[in-house]
């Protein structure tokens, strides 16, 4: 008997042969990018060896996967690369160590002091100053926090520190923090703000933007939006990690080819090793996968989708699993949470996405859907541009007539597009984890707040996203272990209702030269971090 649920095509095989032909014409693209990488600029690697460079000279290159989507500012920037570069621009009161995520003092002199439940102080280091020579005072601080906490601003940040009340200059040195509620995380998470100058930001909120001004190792030289970011070591830096090399360039290769064709003979390291080339890579450089908690998620537009049962079918008539197999050769693991297996606060959720063609198909009759006509739009991020045409093949199996609509991340973000509600179902990454690990950051990015559920997904007008609301207040507001059973709560509506879920966390390969860099890890996050790198 013909099975009409049975999608056809490349997703009935899981061979390598049929990946390379979902990867199109990856061989030519990269022998294309070798030849452009053998005539340009960048450094080379120091051979084993070789004489060490000299401390703070010397240049670093890297390749990044992320084109630039958004400018720089603090405040508003959300972009994987713009993010990446504001680690080394900026500086927040704490900050957490990129790849160990091991906190650390910034620009803080010492570990605030709790006065009482509700208020803290924080002594500024002495010393220190931003790229324009200006020193970093305690206005500059109460600027920050104010701006991100200001409802006019839309920040994103503000719902990771939903129990500030107050900032407040209590002299030259120290700033004070009142708090709504008791907030036993407060060191830790106050590294989510950095610090920037008052008087740039006023005079020309635009212009900060393009070309920001912070007081962290490396200041910006240019950054061009397709081509790349040029960084120079900040020589007025006195905090805990100065930069190690005179300069840095991180080359914007979408292309994943041309990222490949550059190490080492342009770069030094790239992130998002395709998962391909890491056997050719590792043969030459060092390559390491770490799984993460990125993931890749459908967010659907709950002003057109109301019933959750139509988003429910979307999910089950996808194989995960196979999908992770012939998209990405095994290196992600199927979501049964919205946290992956092995983070502290994961619980498996209440409603997990089997497999189940056939229960896809009935969800879709019970909410009256079965003629459904969607657009999946999603970003041309090499590895995701892989995945979703097999959920155009899953989806159109069950009768789903799929279009596809994969554009650059700006234009999706952008108000004509996902910005303003105007698309079906995207298809995107998302990595909050560069901000932090704990529960709270992570649920936070999505679904506290309006940015995302009211803004883009349209689900905020609902009983559920309330509780949600009501249940991530209630959570920061108790200890660890009492904040992890309310976690598993949300996790439990947001997997139930799937205005955004995720269908997969998968690994993050990095590869880099270990014979030209010195003290390079790879991140348990997207992008790459230079904060203690050197050149050898």
């Not at 009935?12 to 990488?37: E, H, I, N, P, W």
């Not at 910034?106 to 100053?129: I, N, S």
């Not at 030094?268 to 996968?289: F, G, H, T």
């Amino acid at each position: 008997m013909n099975n009409s649920l049975e999608p056809s095509g490349l997703v009935k095989d899981s061979s390598r042969r049929s990946f390379l032909q979902l990867a199109g014409v990856m061989g030519v693209a990269a022998a294309f990018a070798g030849t452009l990488s053998a005539c340009s600029p960048g450094g080379s690697p120091s051979t084993a060896g070789g004489t060490a460079a000299a401390e703070g000279t010397g240049s670093i290159e890297a390749g990044i996967s992320y084109q630039l989507s958004t400018g720089f500012d603090p405040m508003l920037a959300t972009g994987a690369t713009p993010q990446a570069a504001n680690l080394h621009i900026f500086e927040g009161l704490t900050e957490l160590h990129p790849a160990t995520r091991e906190p650390y003092l910034a620009l803080a002199k010492a570990e605030p002091v709790k006065v009482d439940d509700t208020t803290y102080e924080v002594q500024l280091r002495d010393g220190a100053t931003f790229h324009n020579g200006e020193p970093v005072t305690t206005a500059d601080v109460v600027f920050s926090f104010q701006r991100v906490l200001d409802p006019a601003n839309k920040s994103l940040f503000a719902g990771f520190i939903p129990f500030i009340d107050s900032v407040s200059a209590k002299d030259d040195s120290t700033v004070q923090f009142k708090l709504k509620y008791p907030f036993p995380g407060f060191s830790a998470r106050i590294s989510v703000i950095k610090i920037v100058p008052e008087a740039v930001v006023s005079a020309d909120p635009a212009a900060f933007d393009l070309a920001p001004v912070g007081s962290g190792p490396y200041s910006l030289v240019s950054a061009v939006k397709e081509d790349r970011i040029v960084f120079k070591k900040f020589d007025g830096y006195n905090g805990k990690y100065p930069a190690r090399v005179a300069d840095m360039t991180w080359l914007l290769l979408a292309d994943p080819a041309a990222r490949v064709a550059s190490v080492p003979s342009r770069a030094q390291a790239i992130e998002d090793v395709p998962y391909l080339d890491v056997d050719q890579l590792a043969s030459k450089v060092e390559v390491e996968s770490v799984q993460s908690f990125g993931l890749l998620f459908l967010m659907f537009n709950c002003a057109k989708f109301t019933d959750k049962r139509v988003r429910q079918a979307l999910h089950y008539a996808i194989d995960t699993e196979a999908v992770i197999q012939k998209a990405l050769l095994g290196n992600a693991a199927a979501a049964t949470s919205y946290f992956q297996e092995g983070h502290p606060s994961y619980s498996k959720a209440g409603t997990t996405y089997g497999f189940d063609a056939a229960k896809a198909k009935s969800l879709l009759a019970e909410a009256g859907m079965e003629n459904l006509s969607i657009t999946l739009t999603s970003t041309d991020t090499g590895w995701v541009t892989r995945v979703v045409p097999l959920i155009k093949e899953y989806w159109d199996a069950i009768g789903v007539s799929t279009t596809l609509e994969i554009l650059q991340s700006a234009a999706v973000y952008a108000p004509e597009k996902v910005g303003g509600k105007n698309f079906d179902v995207l298809c995107a990454p998302g990595d909050p984890s560069v901000f932090g690990n704990d529960g709270d950051i992570l649920l936070s990015w999505f679904y506290r707040g309006a940015t995302w559920m009211d803004a883009r997904a349209g689900w905020s007008g609902t009983p559920e996203y309330a509780a949600v609301q009501q249940k991530l207040d209630a959570a920061v507001q108790v200890d660890e272990a009492e904040a992890k059973k309310i976690h598993a709560e949300v996790v439990d509506i947001v997997a139930e209702e799937a205005p955004l879920y995720p269908l997969f966390h998968r690994k993050l390969p990095t590869a880099w030269d270990a014979n030209a860099l010195d003290g390079f890890q790879p991140l348990p996050t997207t992008g790459v971090s230079f904060i203690g790198v050197g050149r050898k």
